[in-house]
């Protein structure tokens, strides 16, 4: 195949310096491996970087440390890599042993237990570690990548490698933040029922609206009297502002008039832990207290608060979401015995008391669980609940059902402080001391990571486009300094907080920041086509992104020749879920991307692109020609793989400001096809997700085009087998066979297939002389009848009498009468024609054609009958000159018949 | 030859020989024609006579017709069936005409035996033109057409007669393949089957024949190669005929006779013979001189315990127990192929690979069918069970009130009743059809003969003596024959009878459909079963196309309903 070595980079960053460490790994597939080499390349700050190669044989044994350009602080690099060479060789040996079928979290044990010992062994020098991460950098998407950008990664391959914003990751920031300074501030508050983020001054409180995300958003402010604020949260309505101002007060806003009124309770007997909002008919506030729950609608008449209900319960600490609706009390001495309430709109449930497990360290030492460690996390609708347990190092699992709470297994964790985030249903574990970010699909029931623990990535964009390559150069050469100064940018900083569900403040900077998914590096880790396809299906926010994704990668499955097994499974997942969402959804999606296309140069004089239907069929088409022009690169690109991968997603990193209006997805999806000619970065930012309008705005309005990445067969066709067909030569059978596989997913999730489909099987059959299964997908209706397939067929059957005539049969199965006499009489069976002309009645064909039929054949009877029919059965025959002409013909035929038979 | 007399008797009034009329031209060589003879023991005299006079014919007749030269001739006791198999090597079968019942047949059926045993012959061992070009003494070609001829006739063998297609077969067709009506759901799997046999070969160009039972399921080889592929495997391969002596509904074999011994009878006959065709005597070097494999040796296929099916009637691997694996040669490429047979259950999977592409031979062909074995056992299973499921049993395409049969010439598909439904058929019923069929015959072939490339449509209907339906329609390349024996008086009753017929046929076998309705039809039916007269009226009185047959008839003809559409 020659294809390139795949490697794996280990990465290691510290304060000082950063190391990265490149196990090569000769491509398994030789049949003599003979050498696995570890490289390590370590810098010092913008100094020279010093090099060691790490040889090692591959029967295992060690041949030491070749080159090394000497440097002090390489020294404690050598000491740790010789202490830890057993670890690293054990790593290095499972990746390489692996290679050809990488998968996602391979080798994570081995990967654990090096960077256990690093660490440890490091820590003997007194360095304290920052970054630390892993990259299994494989993938037919992250190559293609490499290859588009490969003209102008080269050039920077040693630094960019380098840069913070250059390396791998899956989940990323994306830079500028949500800035939320305020003079005076007195602290942040995260309102997540309307998501809001609010800062309380002295005697005003700014709010920022969080969704959808725009980090230029300014402000609202309302003023508030001076107090002490322990809470704070708009009403669901935002007509009322609700501060907590001790354990006993909570004081409330009428935000229009200015009115205010206090609840308080009785402070000696109990205290008010907090309170939020519902959109529970039964009340509006629920004020969670010590001793219980308390249920108040609010009355606008009197201003004031009504009791309606109220719950008695020792309450030790409580968490809500909002999202979920539910409110989890603990109680107990270690705090994990737990009662649930959930508020939805259909009234109060709730829920069986449960217990949370907590393992013990010592005998008589118990843990006490604090609200830090549980989290609420809706995921695909599913309600969960995780729970830390800093003794097993371990975060369980709770699901919750109307009548149970069911424990669903543990993931692992390898930090004490854990951050939990849910971007578009995907888990993220956030492992904040080992500044890693583990991500989970909690759909599937397995409970393994979709990859490898990686960083997360601060992404910077420049502020234009056309100087975005040089700015971004200046900005990898500066970083080291930058990142390293500007603490406001800290990754993973002790003053992080993980708001619900995807949000991040940074309360030391002030900075907001939305964590986002990199699709596209996700997919391009892992070498499992159904799986990875699987998962972009399930995608909800990013849903163009995902679709494209899902379209190229197919798309590419079958450019790569994949085995037809693994391709079918692959197809069968994209038409299970297309039928899944096809059945659930209106036609709406469906009839925006069939109306007429317009052509790509019109899309960005489209004004409205979320109302129109013809701006989201353009944007499907342009779309196809970006992934055709991704194809094509990816083929091309597989040979010519280098150093210079990690450099994709710094590219990446150029892309244009993320500040724009809708617009600009089409213009960047456009932009690709110009770069597949030129490689250009112009177009960079087609690949930056963060982009697409439903990205914000998935979660509020949920109409839009494009409300799913589901594949429909069309799109099939037009992105997948159609460029598929294009690019591939020689024999077609694999395709047929792919195809074969399509038609029996559809078949089997009743997916009705376009036409344009068979026709393209049939071409291809007919391409490989194959005229026998041509008659075996026509008789057995594996290709169903249509116009266009009949069409194909009689094309096809100019070679082939019997595919024509199968064409024909088609034609009348299907009824269409007119082209099936047209047919008959251009083929000389008029007589047969004009049988079939009398039962169907069918008399749009011209009668002239069927005279000049039987002219042609000489016969002077034919042509006599075919005179009579007409005469006979079409009223006005007699007059039409064809009439006349003929009648004349007939005459003179008869008579020199007459005269020589004389 | 003393035992010529007792083995004729055996066999009575059946004559087949092979002659090369290249050879033996001069005189006291006559004999060097012969290329095969049954009964073998007849004495060489009458063995001559009878190619002698079939000789004389084939050349007084190329005076007329130097192209097609004669195809029957009829004469008082015997007819003779002539097929031209090679350039200038005919094959004839002389059938006697005697007093007996049965002993009626449709010369076109008996050409089609002629025709398929040649077909078969080719496929296994080249053409016989090959044959003697590669041996002039015509050792080599006699030493393989003897035990071919004789094996495939054993299969006509019911107890102590060959009965070769009669009247009574005449809801039949040879020579062509029976194919399972799948549904799409079915149909889809099966292809998925297809296209990963086919990977299996890798780059190897490989072709693939699915079977269900007796039932042609997929085919991705040529048509003429389909049918002999799909005959030998019917004949030999599938479970019915490994389990040779049970039961069978299949046209191809009688079934009810043990093969055992009918094999032996004409063993009995063969003893003579093997003086003369046998490789024992014309062989210049003895015994041993030719290695003849004979494909339709019976009871030689086995399943082996990986599911493929084994022989030895290829020999084994030098220096090795391991039977070698059959060869064929396509008729459409002339490529040499070996066969492999899988069986699960009721699916017969028969796969070609090109000997000319698998380098390592023996080794080459195990690798891929360890392939197949791989990864297409699963869908195999999938594919059984799905068709089993979806099998109606042998009288499947059984139509109650019809017996017909459906012939696809442009596909060489044909389905027709179930032969135990035809056999409840009154016998002048059956007469009627042949009559008929031979009528049609005659016509395709004086349309062939015209070199019309026109595809005729033609309708015939007539009342037999037991007032039966005897119904004909061809339409462009399709045939239907029809008896209906409950029908009403009417024409008009059997003309909506076979409308209906051709509608329910259509979701029975979809891509064939009948909608012939002459603009006038006028039907003169006759009430005697061996005179006919069709009068095909179209447009009224300007077309009129009448065909006579034996002798007018006047008296007996009767004008049936006039039938005007619309």
């Given at each position: 195949?020659g294809?390139?070595?795949?490697?794996?980079?280990?990465?290691?960053?510290t304060?000082?310096f950063?190391?990265?460490?490149?196990v090569?790994?000769l491509n398994s597939?030789l049949?003599?491996p003979?050498?696995?080499?570890?490289?390590?390349?370590?810098t010092?700050?913008?100094r020279?970087?010093?090099l060691?190669?790490?040889?090692e044989?591959?029967?295992?044994h060690?041949?030491g440390i070749?080159?090394?350009?000497?440097?002090?602080?390489?020294?404690?690099i050598n000491r740790?890599l010789?202490?830890?060479?057993?670890?690293?060789k054990e790593y290095?040996?499972?990746?390489?042993?692996?290679?050809?079928e990488?998968?996602?979290d391979?080798?994570l044990?081995?990967?654990?237990?090096?960077?256990?010992?690093m660490?440890?062994?490091?820590k003997?020098y007194?360095?304290?570690?920052?970054?630390l991460y892993?990259?299994?950098?494989?993938g037919?998407?992250?190559?293609?990548r490499l290859?588009e950008?490969?003209?102008k990664a080269?050039?920077?391959?040693?630094?960019?490698?380098?840069?913070?914003?250059?390396?791998?990751s899956h989940v990323?920031?994306k830079?500028?933040?949500?800035?939320c300074c305020?003079?005076?501030?007195?602290g942040?508050f995260?309102?997540d029922g309307?998501?809001?983020l609010?800062s309380p001054?002295?005697?005003?409180v700014?709010s920022?609206k969080?969704?959808p995300?725009?980090p230029?958003?300014?402000?609202?402010?309302?003023?508030?009297?001076e107090g002490?604020?322990l809470?704070?949260?708009?009403?669901l309505?935002?007509?009322?502002?609700?501060?907590?101002?001790?354990?006993s007060?909570?004081?409330?806003w009428?935000?229009?008039?200015g009115?205010?009124f206090?609840?308080?309770?009785?402070s000696e007997?109990?205290?008010?832990l907090g309170?939020f909002?519902?959109?529970s008919p039964?009340c509006d506030?629920?004020i969670?207290?010590?001793?219980?729950?308390?249920?108040?609608s609010?009355k606008?008449?009197?201003?004031?608060l009504?009791?309606v209900?109220?719950r008695?319960?020792?309450v030790s600490?409580?968490?809500?979401t909002?999202?979920?609706?539910?409110?989890l009390?603990?109680s107990g001495?270690q705090?994990k015995?737990?009662?649930?309430f959930?508020?939805s709109?259909?009234?109060?449930?709730?829920l069986?008391?449960?217990?949370?497990?907590?393992?013990?360290?010592?005998?008589n030492?118990?843990?006490v669980?604090?609200?830090e460690?549980v989290f609420?996390?809706?995921?695909?609708?599913?309600i969960y609940?995780?729970?830390?347990?800093?003794?097993a190092?371990?975060?369980h699992?709770?699901?919750?059902?109307r009548?149970?709470?069911v424990?669903q297994?543990?993931?692992p964790?390898?930090s004490?402080?854990?951050?939990?985030?849910?971007?578009?249903n995907?888990l993220?574990?956030?492992?904040?001391?080992a500044?890693?970010?583990?991500?989970y699909?909690l759909f599937a029931?397995?409970?393994?990571p979709?990859?490898?623990p990686?960083?997360l990535?601060?992404r910077?964009?420049?502020?234009s486009n056309?100087?975005?390559?040089?700015?971004h150069?200046?900005?990898?050469e500066?970083?080291?300094?930058?990142?390293v100064?500007?603490?406001?940018?800290?990754?993973?900083g002790?003053?992080?907080t993980?708001?619900?569900?995807?949000?991040?403040?940074?309360?030391?900077?002030q900075?907001?920041?939305?964590?986002?998914?990199?699709l596209?590096?996700?997919s391009?880790?892992s070498?499992?086509?159904p799986?990875?396809?699987?998962?972009?299906?399930?995608?909800k926010?990013?849903?163009?992104?995902?679709?494209q994704?899902s379209?190229?990668?197919?798309c590419?499955?079958?450019l790569?020749?994949?085995?037809v097994?693994?391709?079918a499974?692959a197809?069968?997942?994209?038409v299970?879920s297309?039928?899944?969402?096809?059945?659930?959804k209106?036609?709406?999606?469906l009839?925006?991307?069939?109306?007429?296309?317009?052509?790509?140069?019109?899309?960005?004089?489209?004004?409205?692109?979320?109302?129109?239907?013809d701006?989201s069929?353009s944007?499907?088409?342009?779309l196809g020609?970006?992934?055709?022009h991704?194809s094509?690169?990816?083929?091309r690109?597989?040979?010519n793989k280098?150093?210079t991968?990690?450099?994709?997603d710094?590219?990446?990193?150029?892309?244009?400001d993320?500040v724009r209006?809708n617009?600009?997805?089409l213009h960047?999806?456009?932009?690709k096809?110009?770069?597949g000619?030129?490689a250009?970065p112009?177009?960079?930012?087609?690949?930056?997700?963060?982009n697409?309008?439903?990205?914000?705005?998935?979660?509020?309005?949920q109409?839009?085009q494009l409300?799913?990445?589901?594949?429909?067969p069309d799109?099939?066709?037009?992105?997948?087998?159609?460029p598929?067909?294009e690019?591939?030569?020689g024999?077609?059978?694999?395709?047929?066979?792919?195809?074969v596989?399509f038609l029996r997913s559809?078949?089997?999730e009743?997916?009705?297939?376009?036409p344009n489909?068979?026709?393209l099987t049939l071409?291809l059959?007919?391409?490989?002389?194959?005229?026998a299964e041509?008659g075996l997908?026509?008789?057995?209706?594996?290709?169903?009848?249509?116009k266009?397939?009949?069409m194909?067929?009689?094309e096809?059957?100019r070679?082939?009498?019997?595919?024509?005539?199968?064409?024909?049969d088609m034609?009348r199965?299907l009824?269409?009468?007119?082209d099936?006499?047209?047919?008959?009489?251009?083929?000389?069976?008029?007589l047969?024609?004009?049988r079939?002309?009398?039962?169907?009645k069918?008399?749009?064909v011209?009668?002239s054609l069927f005279?000049?039929?039987?002219?042609?054949?000489?016969d002077?009877q034919h042509?006599?009958?075919?005179?009579r029919?007409f005469?006979?059965?079409?009223?006005?025959?007699r007059?039409?000159s064809?009439?006349t002409?003929?009648?004349?013909i007939?005459?003179?035929?008869?008579?020199?018949?007459a005269?020589?038979?004389f | 030859m003393?035992?010529?007399?007792?083995?004729t008797?055996?066999v009575?009034?059946i004559q087949?020989?092979?002659?090369?009329?290249?050879?033996g031209q001069?005189?006291?060589q006559?004999?060097d024609?012969?290329?095969?003879?049954?009964?073998?023991?007849?004495p060489?005299?009458?063995?001559?006579?009878?190619?002698?006079l079939?000789?004389g014919?084939?050349t007084?007749?190329?005076i007329?017709?130097?192209d097609?030269?004669?195809?029957?001739?009829e004469?008082?006791r015997?007819?003779?069936?002539?097929y031209?198999?090679e350039?200038d090597?005919?094959?004839v079968?002389?059938?006697?005409?005697n007093?007996e019942?049965?002993?009626?047949?449709r010369t076109?059926a008996?050409?089609k035996?002629l025709?398929?045993v040649?077909?078969?012959?080719?496929?296994?061992?080249?053409?016989m033109r090959?044959l003697?070009?590669?041996?002039p003494?015509?050792?080599?070609?006699?030493?393989?057409?003897?035990?071919f001829?004789?094996?495939?006739?054993?299969d006509?063998l019911?107890?102590k007669?060959?009965?070769?297609?009669?009247f009574r077969?005449c809801?039949?067709?040879?020579?062509?393949?029976?194919?399972l009506t799948?549904?799409?759901?079915a149909?889809i799997?099966?292809?998925?089957l297809?296209r990963?046999?086919?990977?299996?070969a890798?780059?190897?160009?490989c072709?693939s024949l699915?079977?269900?039972q007796?039932l042609?399921v997929?085919?991705?080889?040529?048509?003429?190669?389909t049918?002999?592929?799909?005959?030998y495997?019917?004949l030999?391969?599938t479970?019915n005929?490994?389990?040779?002596?049970?039961?069978s509904w299949?046209y191809l074999?009688?079934?009810t006779?043990?093969?055992?011994a009918?094999?032996?009878?004409?063993?009995q006959?063969?003893?003579?013979?093997?003086?003369f065709y046998?490789?024992?005597?014309?062989?210049?070097?003895?015994?041993n001189?030719?290695?003849v494999i004979?494909?339709?040796?019976?009871d030689?296929?086995s399943?082996?315990?990986?599911?493929?099916l084994?022989?030895d009637?290829?020999?084994v691997?030098?220096?090795?127990?391991?039977?070698?694996?059959?060869?064929?040669?396509?008729?459409?490429?002339?490529e040499?192929?070996?066969l492999?047979?899988?069986?699960?259950?009721?699916l017969?999977?028969?796969?070609l690979?090109p000997?000319?592409?698998i380098?390592n031979?023996?080794?080459?062909v195990?690798?891929?069918?360890?392939?197949?074995?791989?990864?297409a056992a699963?869908k195999m299973?999938?594919?059984?069970?799905?068709l089993?499921k979806?099998?109606?049993?042998?009288?499947a395409y059984?139509?109650?009130g019809y017996r017909?049969?459906l012939?696809d010439?442009d596909?060489n598909?044909s389905?027709?009743?179930?032969?135990?439904?035809v056999?409840?058929?009154?016998?002048?019923?059956l007469?009627?059809l042949n009559?008929l069929r031979?009528?049609?015959?005659?016509?395709?072939?004086?349309?062939r003969?015209?070199?019309?490339?026109?595809?005729?449509?033609l309708?015939v209907?007539?009342?037999?003596?037991n007032?039966?339906?005897?119904?004909v329609r061809?339409?462009r390349?399709?045939?239907?024959?029809l008896?209906?024996?409950?029908?009403n008086?009417?024409?008009?009753?059997?003309?909506?009878?076979?409308?209906?017929f051709?509608?329910?046929?259509?979701?029975?076998w979809?891509?064939?459909?009948?909608d012939v309705?002459l603009i006038?039809?006028?039907?003169?039916?006759?009430?005697?079963?061996?005179?006919?007269?069709?009068?095909d009226?179209?447009?009224?009185?300007?077309?009129?196309?009448?065909?006579?047959?034996?002798?007018g008839?006047?008296?007996?003809?009767a004008?049936?309903k006039?039938?005007?559409?619309?």
């Amino acid at each position: 195949m020659g294809q390139p070595n795949r490697y794996n980079s280990l990465c290691m960053f510290t304060n000082h310096f950063r190391l990265i460490i490149h196990v090569y790994a000769l491509n398994s597939n030789l049949a003599t491996p003979s050498h696995r080499y570890m490289k390590i390349l370590a810098t010092e700050k913008d100094r020279a970087s010093s090099l060691c190669t790490y040889t090692e044989a591959s029967d295992g044994h060690s041949t030491g440390i070749v080159d090394m350009k000497e440097r002090k602080t390489t020294s404690t690099i050598n000491r740790i890599l010789i202490n830890c060479a057993a670890q690293a060789k054990e790593y290095g040996g499972c990746v390489a042993a692996k290679v050809p079928e990488v998968e996602r979290d391979m080798c994570l044990k081995e990967f654990l237990a090096l960077k256990s010992c690093m660490q440890n062994v490091w820590k003997l020098y007194l360095i304290k570690w920052n970054f630390l991460y892993l990259e299994i950098a494989v993938g037919s998407m992250q190559r293609r990548r490499l290859k588009e950008m490969s003209g102008k990664a080269s050039s920077s391959q040693s630094t960019v490698g380098l840069n913070g914003s250059g390396a791998l990751s899956h989940v990323y920031i994306k830079y500028p933040p949500l800035k939320c300074c305020i003079p005076g501030s007195r602290g942040l508050f995260y309102d997540d029922g309307n998501k809001l983020l609010l800062s309380p001054t002295l005697d005003q409180v700014f709010s920022w609206k969080t969704a959808p995300f725009a980090p230029n958003v300014t402000p609202t402010c309302d003023s508030i009297s001076e107090g002490p604020i322990l809470s704070i949260r708009y009403s669901l309505d935002g007509k009322m502002i609700a501060i907590q101002r001790s354990t006993s007060e909570i004081q409330f806003w009428h935000r229009e008039s200015g009115e205010t009124f206090t609840q308080s309770c009785r402070s000696e007997s109990e205290s008010i832990l907090g309170f939020f909002w519902t959109d529970s008919p039964l009340c509006d506030i629920v004020i969670i207290k010590t001793s219980g729950l308390d249920l108040l609608s609010y009355k606008s008449e009197s201003k004031s608060l009504q009791l309606v209900d109220t719950r008695r319960l020792n309450v030790s600490w409580y968490i809500y979401t909002h999202e979920s609706r539910l409110v989890l009390l603990a109680s107990g001495m270690q705090c994990k015995t737990f009662n649930g309430f959930q508020l939805s709109s259909a009234g109060i449930i709730r829920l069986p008391k449960f217990e949370m497990a907590m393992a013990k360290s010592e005998a008589n030492n118990k843990p006490v669980l604090a609200a830090e460690d549980v989290f609420i996390v809706t995921v695909y609708g599913r309600i969960y609940c995780l729970q830390v347990d800093r003794v097993a190092m371990l975060l369980h699992l709770y699901r919750f059902y109307r009548d149970a709470v069911v424990q669903q297994g543990a993931l692992p964790i390898y930090s004490n402080k854990v951050g939990i985030s849910v971007v578009d249903n995907v888990l993220l574990v956030h492992q904040v001391d080992a500044k890693v970010v583990i991500l989970y699909d909690l759909f599937a029931d397995s409970r393994a990571p979709i990859s490898a623990p990686l960083p997360l990535l601060l992404r910077r964009f420049p502020r234009s486009n056309s100087s975005g390559f040089r700015a971004h150069r200046e900005d990898s050469e500066s970083s080291e300094a930058h990142v390293v100064n500007d603490n406001e940018i800290n990754i993973y900083g002790d003053e992080w907080t993980f708001l619900v569900p995807d949000l991040i403040c940074d309360v030391a900077t002030q900075f907001l920041w939305k964590i986002h998914l990199d699709l596209e590096a996700i997919s391009a880790s892992s070498s499992d086509v159904p799986s990875v396809l699987e998962f972009l299906q399930r995608r909800k926010l990013d849903v163009s992104k995902a679709k494209q994704l899902s379209l190229s990668i197919a798309c590419t499955a079958i450019l790569e020749h994949r085995p037809v097994s693994m391709v079918a499974r692959a197809i069968d997942v994209l038409v299970t879920s297309y039928s899944h969402s096809h059945s659930i959804k209106t036609g709406n999606h469906l009839k925006g991307t069939k109306s007429e296309k317009i052509s790509p140069s019109a899309v960005p004089h489209a004004t409205d692109p979320r109302s129109s239907a013809d701006v989201s069929a353009s944007r499907v088409e342009a779309l196809g020609k970006s992934i055709r022009h991704e194809s094509t690169a990816g083929v091309r690109g597989l040979p010519n793989k280098t150093l210079t991968f990690s450099t994709s997603d710094s590219e990446e990193s150029t892309s244009p400001d993320s500040v724009r209006a809708n617009l600009n997805d089409l213009h960047s999806v456009d932009g690709k096809g110009d770069r597949g000619k030129s490689a250009e970065p112009s177009g960079v930012d087609q690949l930056e997700p963060g982009n697409n309008p439903l990205n914000a705005s998935a979660s509020e309005l949920q109409e839009s085009q494009l409300t799913s990445p589901a594949v429909s067969p069309d799109e099939m066709y037009t992105f997948v087998f159609s460029p598929a067909e294009e690019e591939m030569v020689g024999d077609p059978s694999y395709l047929v066979a792919i195809m074969v596989e399509f038609l029996r997913s559809a078949n089997l999730e009743k997916v009705k297939v376009h036409p344009n489909l068979y026709v393209l099987t049939l071409q291809l059959l007919a391409r490989g002389e194959r005229y026998a299964e041509i008659g075996l997908f026509a008789l057995n209706k594996i290709l169903e009848p249509s116009k266009e397939v009949a069409m194909q067929l009689l094309e096809s059957g100019r070679q082939n009498s019997q595919t024509r005539k199968l064409g024909l049969d088609m034609l009348r199965q299907l009824s269409l009468h007119h082209d099936y006499v047209l047919l008959l009489v251009q083929e000389g069976y008029y007589l047969e024609a004009l049988r079939y002309v009398r039962k169907h009645k069918v008399y749009t064909v011209r009668p002239s054609l069927f005279l000049e039929a039987a002219f042609a054949s000489n016969d002077w009877q034919h042509l006599a009958a075919v005179l009579r029919f007409f005469t006979d059965f079409l009223p006005g025959f007699r007059n039409t000159s064809d009439h006349t002409t003929y009648y004349r013909i007939l005459n003179e035929m008869n008579s020199s018949i007459a005269a020589s038979s004389f | 030859m003393g035992l010529s007399s007792t083995a004729t008797t055996i066999v009575e009034g059946i004559q087949f020989c092979v002659f090369d009329l290249r050879r033996g031209q001069h005189e006291g060589q006559e004999l060097d024609k012969i290329l095969f003879f049954f009964p073998a023991d007849l004495p060489f005299s009458t063995q001559l006579s009878v190619i002698g006079l079939s000789e004389g014919l084939i050349t007084f007749t190329r005076i007329f017709s130097p192209d097609a030269a004669c195809e029957v001739i009829e004469a008082e006791r015997h007819c003779h069936v002539f097929y031209e198999a090679e350039p200038d090597i005919w094959m004839v079968m002389i059938v006697e005409k005697n007093k007996e019942p049965e002993a009626i047949w449709r010369t076109d059926a008996l050409r089609k035996v002629l025709k398929e045993v040649h077909f078969l012959f080719v496929m296994f061992h080249g053409s016989m033109r090959v044959l003697l070009d590669k041996e002039p003494g015509g050792g080599l070609a006699r030493s393989h057409l003897y035990p071919f001829i004789m094996d495939y006739l054993s299969d006509f063998l019911v107890g102590k007669k060959l009965m070769l297609p009669s009247f009574r077969d005449c809801l039949k067709e040879r020579g062509t393949v029976q194919m399972l009506t799948v549904g799409r759901e079915a149909a889809i799997e099966v292809q998925s089957l297809v296209r990963v046999i086919e990977s299996c070969a890798g780059i190897i160009p490989c072709y693939s024949l699915i079977l269900f039972q007796d039932l042609l399921v997929s085919t991705t080889l040529s048509p003429d190669d389909t049918v002999n592929l799909f005959t030998y495997a019917v004949l030999r391969l599938t479970p019915n005929a490994l389990s040779s002596g049970a039961s069978s509904w299949s046209y191809l074999r009688k079934g009810t006779a043990s093969h055992v011994a009918t094999a032996s009878i004409l063993a009995q006959s063969g003893t003579v013979a093997e003086q003369f065709y046998g490789p024992g005597e014309t062989s210049p070097v003895g015994d041993n001189g030719y290695h003849v494999i004979r494909p339709l040796h019976h009871d030689k296929w086995s399943r082996g315990r990986d599911g493929f099916l084994v022989t030895d009637i290829w020999g084994v691997e030098p220096g090795t127990w391991i039977p070698a694996t059959p060869t064929v040669l396509l008729h459409q490429t002339g490529e040499k192929m070996y066969l492999c047979a899988h069986q699960h259950k009721s699916l017969t999977m028969i796969f070609l690979l090109p000997v000319s592409s698998i380098l390592n031979g023996e080794q080459g062909v195990s690798t891929v069918k360890q392939q197949v074995v791989e990864n297409a056992a699963l869908k195999m299973l999938k594919v059984e069970e799905k068709l089993s499921k979806g099998w109606g049993g042998e009288n499947a395409y059984h139509v109650s009130g019809y017996r017909y049969l459906l012939v696809d010439g442009d596909r060489n598909i044909s389905r027709a009743s179930p032969p135990g439904k035809v056999a409840t058929l009154y016998k002048e019923s059956l007469l009627s059809l042949n009559k008929l069929r031979e009528e049609v015959d005659l016509d395709k072939s004086r349309a062939r003969g015209d070199n019309d490339e026109h595809e005729k449509e033609l309708e015939v209907s007539i009342r037999a003596k037991n007032n039966a339906w005897v119904i004909v329609r061809i339409t462009r390349g399709k045939e239907l024959y029809l008896v209906l024996e409950k029908a009403n008086e009417t024409l008009l009753y059997a003309s909506d009878a076979v409308e209906k017929f051709s509608n329910s046929l259509v979701s029975a076998w979809e891509a064939t459909s009948f909608d012939v309705t002459l603009i006038v039809k006028i039907f003169l039916v006759v009430s005697g079963y061996d005179q006919f007269v069709v009068v095909d009226l179209i447009m009224g009185d300007l077309i009129d196309d009448i065909k006579r047959c034996s002798g007018g008839g006047d008296d007996n003809i009767a004008l049936g309903k006039l039938k005007t559409a619309h």
